[in-house]
Structures are given as structure tokens and as C-alpha cells.
């Protein structure tokens, strides 16, 4: 044993001692114009006698190192596409590290001509810090492959990496709305290839995000700033998606993925509904204004269900791409759809407001189940034909598609009627079957040509329509509940469960039909002039738009009750039942019956130049809207049945870029903005949504909103994909549009009106830094907002003891602001193995979720962290294995009024879960658990 342990003991001094003789070899490759890093590059090592030789690749910092090397005469030498191989020769002592940096020239004469062909493809990281860095305005770039190996399925998940960027999710946890720098959606547009889009939801202009699949998309930016050239309703700012261009070789991409939600494991959790035998059309619609609808005209699809496991998501995704043999025509096709099915439990309680206190008092405790699926299919093609240097056209298209099958089972369980402690009291079952078809079709024929010398026009020709479909959206309300058996003092001994009736004081079943279209007619014109005014070259740009917009919207809501008898039992199984058409007709005079028109005529003069160091853009914007709708109601009896609108904006804006070297930037910049109410909001409507605890009025005399805008950025590029930014912004808003109370006639409806001005500023940085194979990435945003309106205060008069009311001023956040939110991401990356992976997590911090109409009893949602992962590992030249699991934490979404909950005489029988003496009022928590997904991709 003694000489086991002395022999291992001088084997360990002789490896030491061998490893103080080797010496170290490292350094970094870049190009040798641009001077920026080279990521993937091959670097060898050999000695002078061939007789050893080592070779690694460049991390994602450029860096490469070879440890333990024997002192000798080396040659070190770099190798990447398209560039010229570069080595140097040295000599390297025993214990020394040598460090031998390379710069490696392209094989291109064109500088730009190396950034593309040096790289994969368009859609890497490098070409979105170059435009970052290069933009004429304030803006964050996301790039496709930076897309492609996120934890992300659509761009609104995406959105929510970006710094100063939340997400609004959708009833199954997904993301669907982006809010900017604490702006809510109503302030943002959509642009695809720079355009914006019409939307398809059936109240608002804002696009839901998660319409986009995110493998489509070349790259997103996210727009803080505005320039003249863009169109100036985007207060809070805008996402633009740049679709996949034609490469210059020809590309085939495919990625085929299976999926599985958290509750895949439990038994019976995901509920379907037939939608087949649904009418597309509402029977009004269908057959005319004057039709008596009767029984035959309504379907039991949407009431036969079937329970299961939760199905397996799949995903599919194929593009193809390429260019003639002379590059002058170049045509890519892609294609992407995902079939996913979530399930989402819910704890809501219904509230008021005391009428003695103003204090939040519970109505009622809901439990709400949803089963959802979403197909979500896109189709993206472009085709460019270049003539020559002076003259090319393409022609973009592009097709979007949601359709999503909801069921929702709520259990409603009132706090008050017939409640005699835990376990009694009245309960609504109501079953909603839901189907929504969304699409968005967008072509766009664009052209570019060189006049003369220093003149350049360019130009496009956009059609866009979205739909919005809800054909037949079916809801069955049951009545049951559990009586309380009282002993012969009145106490309770025990409860007796009740039958569960079809609702006989109300509608039994309800059948909504919804349909909507959004048909835009876009020109765009511009001219750009780029004379030399002594020694600078000057840039001017003036160009005109015009679009012709043509909302419609068709809305019916049909009530069936009970035929014969009025205490029929529902034992699961509708077709055992019989009902009777109440509201025969339809809604045929409902406002939301409407068509609406809107002509946006814009034109702007906008000027650029650089002198020195520091380059100047400004110029105005002016736009000219008129609109005129006209609704279904009678003239007589609903203000604002036909109304119309006409106003113009002068938008002036300034940007200026100071270089303070080759990789640093300090940004200034001032725009002017506005945002336009919702066609919904102006319409003079009652009601529409029936989940809203109000009556929703609209307001054909709302404003629009009106904002300058100010920003200053610092920027730092250190290496080829490490950045530093940091920016501190302040928007001055007039006339917001809020939500509040009004009384009209003897009824209190919740409606949109412009209150007053508001302010929002705040700070923003993002850092991304990458060593070897390991990367940093993390931002931080902190927003402050500030409005004031009135709110509502009830309370009892000490005089008269009656019931009363008073109004006060609250001041509070903008809705949907938080004011810290932030992202940290670990990301690792082997070019030798293969392997990319990160762990990425987004903190969202408290926003007012509803504005409340009464002081002090605003909801609010609770903070949030979530945490992602991402990997994808190579196989072979073409194929990669890839997994995405969403939520790792389980995350819920939280609501709260922020008073304390307390417990009266009043509400002694309100002794309820989830709810605490002392701390804020709990109102609802949104369980969605974790989606896994596993893929195989293909690259050619």
C-alpha cells in the first residue's frame, strides 16, 4: 500500500511539474476591415515538425484558447467562410501564455456583401446589433435564429425578451398583447415589412401577437421612436415583423415538434365540444332581417362533449428559398402550423362594493375550468425580380390564421342568496362552448428605382383584410345548490344537495354570433433626394400615404327558455331537454351591427445629414383622418347611430445620433404622436360583453390621444454580439382614454371617455455580454406613470341614514403599467458540439389589471417571475433535435384589490377560502402549468 501511495503521489508531482513547463495559447479572431469578432471560426494549432496539432472554434466573443501546450515553434491559423485563411508563426517557452490575435480579410471586396455571406443567414444576431447600431431611430432587434432557439412559439412570447416590453396573456397563459414602456396595447401598432396591419379583434386596432407564429419572421423590431416616414399613431411605440426574404442559394428549412401540456398526466382534464353542426351565420344573417328564428335553427353541438386526456400538441414548420442563376430572380415560400391544447383552472370572486363602506364586498366565488386548442397556421411568399442596379419589384403575401376551441365550466356559487355558512347557498353552472376563427391576409407589391444620379423613388400598393369569426358561440346556465337543515333552534345540522335545473327566470341557452372585418386599401409614395451641400451629403425624403379602411361588424344574440315544463333536470344530456326561441328577431337594431369607414391621408418632408460626428434626422408628419359610420339602430332613439369625425395632426420629430466612436452611439430624439379611440369605443353600442360586471356604453364623442415623446440612449458594441444600452424616456400624454362610471336615465353604464393628461417616464437598460462559450443577456426597465380621474365613492349620510354617493379624484398608474420588469437569460453555445441552450426568466411587476369606477378598488395583478428553457443539439450537418419547455415554475397569474379584507355582520356567512382578515382582497388566480415541447429540425 505504501508504494501504491508512492507511486501515485510522483505521478501527481510529475503531471504538476509537466503542467508548469506547458504554456497557453489564446486570442481572438476578427475581420480585419470591420474589426468586429468572428463567431465559429476554425483556429489550429500544429508545431514546426507536424507532429502535434490541436484545433477549436472561436466562442461566441471571437476568443479561442488552447491550454497545456509544450513549449516549441508553433503556427496558428484561422479559417471562416468566406475569408482568407491567416496564420502566424511563434514561439511559445515553457509556462508562458502566448496570446496571438488574428485578423482575417473576406474574400468580398464589398464590406456588406461579407456581413451576409459570412454569416448563415439574414436572421442572425450579428445583422440585429448592426441594425440597432446603424438605425436612424431608437429601436431593439430580435433575430430569427435568436427566435428559433428561444423558449418562444409566437411573437408575443417573443416580445416579452425585449427590454421595456410585458406581455397581456390570454385565457390559456399564452401571450397575446405587448405592452411598450409601460403603454397599454392601445397606444402600439403592428407593422409587417413596415406596413401596419388592420386587426383582427372585434373591438380594438391593436393585432393580438399571438396570431403570428414566430418561425416565420426574419426578425422583430420593436420601434420606441418614431421618424416621419412612419405613421405617426404609435405612442407607446410599435412591432414591426420583417418576413423572411429570398436567399441568395437555395435553402430548404423544416421542423416538425410533439407537445404535451402539464396536465397531460391527469385523467379526463380536457374537455371538446362539437362544432361541425354549428351554422357559420346567424339566422338573421343567414335568412334575412324579417326571419322568426325557431328551434331548428340552433344546434346541440355545442353542448355534446366529449373529456379526455389533454391531446398531444404537434408543430410543423417548412420554408423553401433561393435565386435564379443570374441573382436577378428570387422567390421563398414558408410555411408554419401548430395544433396545441392547453388547460387553464380558475378561483374567481365576484365583487362589489359596500354601499355603507366603499369597501370591496364578494358577491360570489367562481371556479372556472378551460380547455383550449389553437391552430395556428401561416403562409409567407415573396417573390423580387431585379431589372437592373437602378430598378427592382417584389411582391410580399402573406396569410395568418387562428382558429381557437375554448370551453369554459364555471361554478358560480353566490356568497349571499340562501348561504348559511360553508357548504350552502345557491350555485350557477354555466357551460360555454366557444369558437373563434382569426385570419389576416396582407399583400403588398412594392417598387424601387433610381431616377437620375441622386434621386431614388420607391413605392407600394397594400391590400389587408382581417376577420374575426365567433359562429354560435353556445351557453347553458344550470341552477343547483346546497339547502341548509336546520334543527328546531335554527341551527345548522347538515345540507341537503339540491336538482340541477335548467335557469327558468332567465335564459336557459344562449347562442352569440359575432362576425367582423377589417379591409385595408394602402398607397405609399416616396421620394428621396441625396444631394452634397459643400462637403456633407444631405438626405431628403418627402412622401405621401393614403389608406381606405372599411370596418364591419355583425353581431346577434339569441335567447332560448324552457318549453313545457319549467323545472327540467339536466342530467348531462341536452337532447333530453326541450326549449323555445325567445328573442326571435335576433339584434337586428343592436349598434353593433355597424360599418364603419376611415380615410387616412398622410404626407411628410423629412431630412437627414451628418456633420462630423453627429448625425441630424427631423422633419413633420402630417396626417388627415375622416371617419363616418353608420349602425343599425334607430336614429330616433340611440345618439350617435350615424355620426362621423374629421380632425388632423401635425407630428414633428427629431433624432439625433452622436458617435462617440466606432462602437459607442448617444441617442436624443423628440416625436410627436397620436393614438386613435377604437372603432368599438365610438360606436354607440350597449352591453357586448357579457362577462363585465357593467353594462358597456360607447362614445361617439371620444378624442383621440395625443402625446410628445421623448428618449435619450447611450449604446455600446464592444464585441460582435455584446451590447450595453441604457436610456432614461418621457411621454406627455393628452386627453388618455380611461374607463369610468356615468349615469344615464336610471341605469349606470361603464364607458370610455378622454380624461384630462397623463405622464410616463422612465429608465431602461440592456446588457448582453458573451465569453467563449457562455453568454449574459439581462435588461431592466423602470416605469412611473401617472393619471388622474374621477372615481366614485358610495357611502351612507350620518343626516339622513339614506344611501348616497360622492365623486373624488384618484391618482393612479396608466392601466397595464408595471413599474420594474425584467429579463435574465444564461445562454451556452458550443460550436464544436453542437449545442445551443439557455434558461431564460421575465419578472413582470404589479399593474392595474381593471380600472375600477369606485376609489380605491382597482384590481390589480401581483407580481410575476417565469422561467423558461430552451436547447437545441446538433446531430449532423442538417439536423438538430430541439426542446422548449414553457413555465418551468408554475407561475399563476394573481389578482387583488389593494384593501384589506374584513368580515361584518354583514358578510359573516362570506367565511371563504383564499381569503385573509387583514390582507388585500383576493380576487382571482389563474393556474396554466407547463407545456414540454420536443423537435426535430432540418436545414439544407
Given amino acids: 500500500m505504501k508504494k501504491l501511495l508512492l507511486t501515485l503521489f510522483n505521478v501527481i508531482l510529475c503531471l504538476v511539474a509537466l503542467a508548469q513547463n506547458n504554456g497557453t495559447v489564446r486570442g481572438i479572431v476578427t475581420d ?22 490541436l484545433a477549436v472554434s472561436t466562442g461566441l466573443d471571437g476568443s479561442y484558447v488552447f491550454k497545456n501546450v509544450p513549449a516549441g515553434k508553433y503556427e496558428v491559423e484561422a479559417k471562416f467562410v468566406a475569408y482568407k485563411d491567416e496564420d502566424k508563426d511563434f514561439d511559445l517557452k515553457a509556462g508562458e501564455t502566448k496570446i496571438i490575435s488574428l485578423q482575417i480579410e473576406s474574400k468580398s471586396s464589398s464590406l456588406d456583401e461579407v456581413k451576409i455571406s459570412g454569416k448563415s443567414d439574414e436572421g442572425g444576431d450579428y445583422k440585429s446589433r448592426s441594425i440597432e447600431r446603424k438605425s436612424d431611430q431608437v429601436l431593439n432587434a430580435v433575430s430569427a435564429r435568436a427566435i428559433e432557439i428561444s423558449p418562444d412559439l409566437t411573437i408575443a412570447n417573443v416580445t416579452q425578451r425585449v427590454s421595456g416590453v410585458s406581455i397581456e396573456r390570454s385565457n390559456n397563459g399564452e401571450g397575446q398583447y405587448a405592452i411598450i414602456r409601460g403603454m397599454d396595447k392601445r397606444y402600439n401598432y403592428t ?38 416616414n412612419l405613421e405617426g399613431d404609435a405612442i407607446g411605440g410599435g412591432i414591426n415583423l420583417v418576413l423572411k426574404d429570398a436567399p441568395d442559394r437555395l435553402t430548404i428549412r423544416a421542423n416538425a415538434a410533439v407537445g404535451l401540456a402539464g396536465t397531460f398526466a391527469v385523467k379526463n382534464n380536457f374537455t371538446a365540444f362539437d362544432h361541425a353542426g354549428s351554422a357559420g351565420l346567424s339566422p338573421r344573417i343567414s335568412n334575412g332581417s324579417n326571419y322568426t328564428a325557431n328551434i331548428s335553427d340552433f344546434s346541440n353541438g355545442g353542448f355534446n362533449y366529449q373529456t379526455r386526456h389533454t391531446p398531444v400538441s404537434t408543430v410543423l414548420g417548412f420554408s423553401i428559398g433561393g435565386r435564379s442563376a443570374n441573382k436577378k430572380f428570387g422567390a421563398l415560400a414558408a410555411a408554419s402550423y401548430q395544433n396545441t391544447f392547453r388547460g387553464t ?33 401561416g403562409l409567407h411568399t415573396r417573390l423580387d425580380y431585379k431589372f437592373n442596379k437602378e430598378n427592382k419589384i417584389d411582391l410580399y403575401a402573406s396569410y395568418m390564421n387562428l382558429a381557437q376551441n375554448e370551453f369554459r365550466f364555471q361554478s358560480d356559487t353566490t356568497l349571499n342568496l340562501g348561504r348559511v355558512g360553508v357548504g350552502t347557498g345557491r350555485v350557477t353552472n354555466t357551460y360555454r362552448s366557444t369558437r373563434t376563427v382569426q385570419q389576416i391576409f396582407s399583400a403588398n407589391l412594392h417598387g424601387e428605382h433610381k431616377l437620375a444620379d441622386k434621386l431614388e423613388m420607391n413605392w407600394s400598393a397594400v ?95 339569441y335567447s332560448l327558455k324552457l318549453s313545457g315544463s319549467t323545472t327540467q333536470v339536466y342530467d348531462g344530456n341536452i337532447n333530453n331537454n326541450t326549449f323555445m326561441v325567445q328573442t326571435v328577431g335576433g339584434s337586428l337594431n343592436d349598434p353593433l351591427n355597424y360599418t364603419f369607414n376611415e380615410k387616412i391621408a398622410a404626407g411628410y418632408a423629412q431630412f437627414k445629414f451628418t456633420l462630423g460626428k453627429l448625425q441630424t434626422l427631423g422633419g413633420v408628419r402630417y396626417e388627415n383622418t375622416r371617419q363616418d359610420w353608420v349602425t343599425s339602430a334607430k336614429v330616433d332613439q340611440t345618439v350617435g347611430a ?26 436624443l430624439s423628440y416625436y410627436s404622436a397620436i393614438s386613435r379611440p377604437g372603432f368599438y369605443e365610438l360606436i354607440p353600442h350597449t352591453g357586448g360583453n357579457p362577462d363585465a360586471d357593467y353594462q358597456e356604453l360607447g362614445n361617439p364623442k371620444l378624442k383621440r390621444i395625443t402625446s410628445d415623446n421623448y428618449d435619450l440612449r447611450y449604446e455600446f458594441f464592444p464585441k460582435q454580439l455584446d451590447q450595453l444600452l441604457v436610456g432614461v424616456f418621457y411621454k406627455d400624454i393628452k386627453n388618455p382614454i380611461e374607463y369610468a362610471l356615468v349615469n344615464q336615465a336610471t341605469s349606470i353604464f361603464y364607458t370610455a371617455g378622454n380624461f384630462g393628461n397623463a405622464s410616463n417616464y422612465g429608465f431602461e437598460m440592456d ?13 431592466y426597465t423602470f416605469t412611473d406613470s401617472k393619471i388622474t380621474t374621477p372615481k366614485t365613492v358610495l357611502y351612507r349620510d350620518p343626516v339622513t341614514t339614506s344611501y348616497t354617493q360622492r365623486t373624488e379624484e384618484q391618482t393612479r398608474p396608466l392601466q397595464g403599467q408595471s413599474k420594474h420588469i425584467g429579463n435574465l437569460s444564461l445562454l451556452f453555445k458550443d460550436a464544436v458540439s453542437g449545442l445551443d441552450a439557455q434558461l431564460a426568466a421575465v419578472y413582470t411587476g404589479a399593474r392595474i389589471y381593471t380600472v375600477s369606477p369606485f376609489l380605491d378598488n382597482d384590481v390589480w395583478q401581483k407580481g ?17 433535435v430541439y426542446i ?57
Avoid at 500 to 510: H, Y
Avoid at 864 to 880: H, M, P, R, Y
Fill in 32 to 53: 480585419k476591415d470591420s474589426k468586429e469578432t468572428l463567431i465559429g471560426a476554425t483556429v489550429t494549432l500544429k508545431n514546426e515538425k507536424k507532429t502535434f496539432k
Fill in 191 to 228: 407593422l409587417v415589412n413596415g406596413v401596419k396591419i388592420p386587426s383582427p379583434d372585434n373591438k380594438n386596432r391593436y393585432v393580438p401577437l399571438d396570431i403570428f407564429p414566430a418561425d416565420i419572421v426574419d426578425r422583430m423590431e420593436v420601434y420606441k421612436s418614431l421618424t416621419p
Fill in 345 to 377: 383552472s380558475t378561483i374567481f370572486y365576484d365583487t362589489d362594493v359596500d354601499r355603507d363602506t366603499n369597501e370591496p364586498a364578494l358577491k360570489s366565488v367562481q371556479s372556472r375550468r378551460y380547455s383550449i386548442q389553437q391552430e395556428r397556421t
Fill in 463 to 557: 391590400y389587408a383584410k382581417a376577420t374575426a369569426n365567433q359562429p354560435d358561440q353556445a351557453i347553458l346556465t344550470i341552477v343547483t345548490g346546497r339547502t341548509a337543515i336546520l334543527d328546531a333552534a335554527g341551527n345548522k345540522i347538515g345540507s341537503a344537495q339540491n336538482p340541477a335545473l335548467f335557469n327558468s327566470t332567465g335564459a336557459a341557452q344562449s347562442h352569440i354570433w359575432a362576425k367582423n372585418a377589417d379591409e385595408d386599401k394602402t398607397g405609399f409614395l416616396n421620394f428621396i433626394y441625396k444631394p452634397k451641400i459643400g462637403d456633407t451629403k444631405v438626405e431628403f425624403s418627402v412622401g405621401g400615404m393614403y389608406r381606405d379602411k372599411r370596418r364591419t361588424s355583425n353581431y346577434d344574440d
Fill in 642 to 667: 350615424i355620426g362621423s369625425n374629421k380632425y388632423a395632426d401635425l407630428l414633428p420629430s427629431l433624432n439625433f445620433k452622436y458617435a462617440l466612436g466606432d462602437k459607442q452611439n448617444l441617442r
Fill in 767 to 779: 446588457f448582453t455580454k458573451y465569453i467563449s462559450k457562455f453568454g449574459f443577456r439581462a435588461n
Fill in 864 to 880: 410575476t417571475v417565469t422561467l423558461d428553457l430552451s436547447a437545441e443539439q446538433k446531430i449532423t450537418k442538417s439536423f438538430s
Fill in 884 to 940: 422548449k419547455i414553457n413555465n418551468l415554475l408554475n407561475t399563476p397569474s394573481e389578482l387583488e384589490i389593494r384593501r384589506p379584507y374584513k368580515i361584518t355582520t354583514a358578510t359573516v356567512n362570506q367565511d371563504v377560502a383564499n381569503q385573509t382578515i387583514g390582507e388585500n382582497v383576493f380576487i382571482r388566480k389563474d393556474e396554466y402549468q407547463q407545456f414540454y415541447l420536443l423537435g426535430l429540425r432540418y436545414k439544407l
